[in-house]
């Protein structure tokens, strides 16, 4: 009963007014030994089973056991010696599908964030210098962080976009980059451009969940904007699950800052295991926050997300954790925080689909939520015929 209320409580806080999941309980166990549960049951079925392991601590010296608290225990045993035995079978043994090796360089600008959108200053920073390494950089894969080219392209100097398609116009390599994107009669987009050779027009992936105050403004609040005079972005909405940007046999799925809280989001790319990502791309400015815990706390929740879903996260940030965290969670190569640099290394994307990618891709979060619900309801029917 305290486990389903938890995870309850865990799952409204993750979806009203848009979701707030950073602190799901779940994330505390990316290192610890309920890590490998992740690929079948989530971040929040991780936070269930730990919830319901921290209550059997509490009444076990106290629980006067019967007979189906001990089926009810040796059930549970079995489900999970079962599904830890399976894990390592699958350690031990070739992934299914193929193994795909790619070099990426990450870009790091480190623009200051009460400067980056200041025309004289962290703007013409950001063009120059992202500039230059788009141009002289030689990795096949090149990622630049959210809104790294500031400017709408019809808005960048006279011959800088053009500059862009044509470098990348050849087949040897690709490059994704954060750039705002839209006009006033279509909206505005916080999006991600894909160059490559060989494409009619550039890849295109706009963001999904949207920052309440930061990137729209929710219902009933637009009168507030306009009385405080508020200079906020009013931004559209991208579509869930949209495709992925093909290079080289990869299958690479943007996602764009805080996106990648969403785990049921990035599993909708999952429904057609042909079409499923080898690897995810995140593409993030939090120089908001500082030098504070949220560049660690949002790299932890891309390790579990690579847990979730067995697969590579590419992070490209403007002040970090820029970083290489590979199918198993863990972070193979990273910069600095708060220094502007570039990242090169090497990822492995992955083809097989975890039992978690399979069932999120079709239900969503609603199974817990059923789960859930109906424990408690069959603990207060139980409740209710002892008294009577």
């Not at 079995?78 to 795909?100: I, M, N």
């Not at 141009?135 to 809104?147: C, F, K, Q, W, Y």
């Not at 869930?240 to 785990?263: H, I």
């Not at 593409?283 to 579990?304: K, Y």
């Amino acid at each position: 009963m305290f486990a389903a209320l938890w995870t309850l409580a865990e799952l409204l806080r993750g979806t009203l007014f848009t979701g707030f999941p950073w602190g799901a309980g779940g994330y505390a166990h990316v290192d610890g030994p309920l890590a490998w549960l992740a690929r079948y049951v989530g971040v929040y079925g991780i936070g269930f089973v730990a919830a319901a392991l921290a209550a059997l601590l509490v009444l076990a010296p106290r629980l006067r056991w019967r007979r189906e608290h001990a089926l009810a225990a040796l059930v549970a045993l079995l489900v999970a010696a079962g599904l830890w035995g399976w894990r390592q079978v699958e350690l031990r043994t070739p992934p299914a599908g193929r193994s795909l090796l790619t070099e990426v360089a990450l870009m790091q600008g480190n623009i200051p964030q009460d400067q980056k959108f200041v025309p004289g200053t962290g703007v013409l920073d950001s063009l120059t210098w992202y500039g230059e390494q788009l141009r002289d950089n030689s990795a096949p894969l090149i990622v630049g962080p959210e809104t790294a080219i500031p400017l709408l392209p019809r808005d960048l100097p006279e011959g800088y976009w053009q500059a862009l398609l044509d470098r990348f116009a050849g087949p040897d390599q690709a490059a994704l980059l954060g750039v705002p994107l839209g006009d006033m009669e279509a909206g505005y987009t916080n999006s991600v451009v894909g160059l490559k050779g060989g494409q009619a027009a550039p890849y295109r992936y706009d963001k999904h969940h949207l920052v309440p105050f930061g990137e729209f403004i929710p219902p009933f609040f637009r009168w507030f904007v306009r009385m405080m005079n508020i200079p906020l972005g009013d931004f559209a909405r991208g579509g869930v699950g949209q495709p992925s940007f093909e290079w080289r046999g990869q299958r690479l799925a943007p996602n764009v800052c805080y996106e990648d809280l969403f785990g049921e989001e990035l599993g909708a790319r999952f429904a057609d295991p042909a079409r499923a990502p080898t690897a995810f791309v995140n593409l993030s400015n939090i120089a908001w926050f500082g030098d504070s815990v949220a560049i660690d706390q949002h790299l932890h929740i891309s390790r579990m997300r690579a847990l979730e879903f067995e697969r590579p996260m590419l992070r490209a940030t403007n002040t970090g954790a820029t970083a290489i965290i590979d199918h198993h969670g863990q972070v193979t190569h990273a910069l600095p925080r708060l220094t502007r640099g570039v990242l090169l290394g090497r990822f492995e994307g992955r083809t097989h689909v975890t039992p978690y990618a399979r069932w999120v891709s079709r239900a969503g979060l609603w199974p817990l939520w059923g789960l859930c619900v109906l424990i408690v309801l069959i603990v207060l029917m139980t409740l209710g015929r002892r008294r009577r």
